[in-house]
């Protein structure tokens, strides 16, 4: 990701994981990273934040551990990300490493990040699935052209890729104070500044299959929960979390991150 979350983001990820849960392990068969191991929840943690820090599908993790909507946790709990033998979903799927197909606009800053010390990490444990599944089949033209709305209608300065340095998402250029609008109707599912390299961020749940992202926000104008409309403003752009201010906007199907400008309208 462009600035903070470009090429620290496994780095911070990792540190992150060890200061709070020490049994997280990165699976190298993923691309984007997942992480398996288990979770010990924090105050200002949801299901949707948990996923969402380590690449999994929140139903997924809510059938593992036997949470029921609306999959209320509480601090101290245990959040395992052990998928069982036999059991696969879309999350847990490795993804193929693709070559680049975006093309990057010209960067005009970049990010020194806080040095970290790299946890020990043990070799992650091999996780074998005894049931075989078929790759989803996707469309030459995977563009849903309905139900999307641009967050922002900045110039983007950073495009989606899952090959060299990861973005999973966009970024796009504003200024401090500017609307940051949902590109979906949904429901508020986490708001608050507890993922690391995120700053300030907004999830919002569309649905069993999408979750969208906006991070880096100066201000939060919604609170889990809430029931949004698209276009409503939730946020306003800020630079939480990078050195310009810029929104980072992400959209995830069934946990698995996907480039935004094949759902968001063309400009």
Known sequence: MFYALRSVALSITLFLCA???PSIYRDPAFNPPVYWGSHVVEKGDTLYSIAWRYGRDYKELAR??????PYMIKPGQRISLVVPDGYQTAS????????????????????????TTPPKTAQA???KNTQKKKAPVTSKTDRIVTG???????????????AGDINKGVDIAGKIGDPVLAAASGEVVYAGNGLLGYGKLVILSHGDEYI????????????????????????????????????HFE???NGNPVDPLKYLPKR
């Not at 593992?64 to 909507?69: D, F, L, Q, T, V």
């Not at 889990?224 to 310009?244: L, V």
């Open 92 to 115: 847990t799927q490795p993804s193929r490493k693709t070559k680049k197909t975006t093309v990057k606009t010209k960067k005009t800053s970049s990010v020194k990040p806080k040095k």
């Open 64 to 69: 593992i551990n036997r949470i029921s909507a």
């Open 19 to 21: 200061c709070t849960s």
């Open 212 to 247: 969208s992202a906006y991070a880096h926000n100066s201000k939060i104008l919604v609170k889990e929960g809430d029931f949004i409309n698209r276009g409503q403003k939730i946020a306003e752009i800020g630079e939480t979390g990078t050195n310009r201010p810029m929104l």
């Open 148 to 162: 999307w709305g641009w967050p922002h209608h900045g110039p983007i300065i950073d495009t989606f890729s899952i």
């Open 125 to 127: 444990p091999v996780y």
């Open 251 to 253: 959209i995830r199907k």
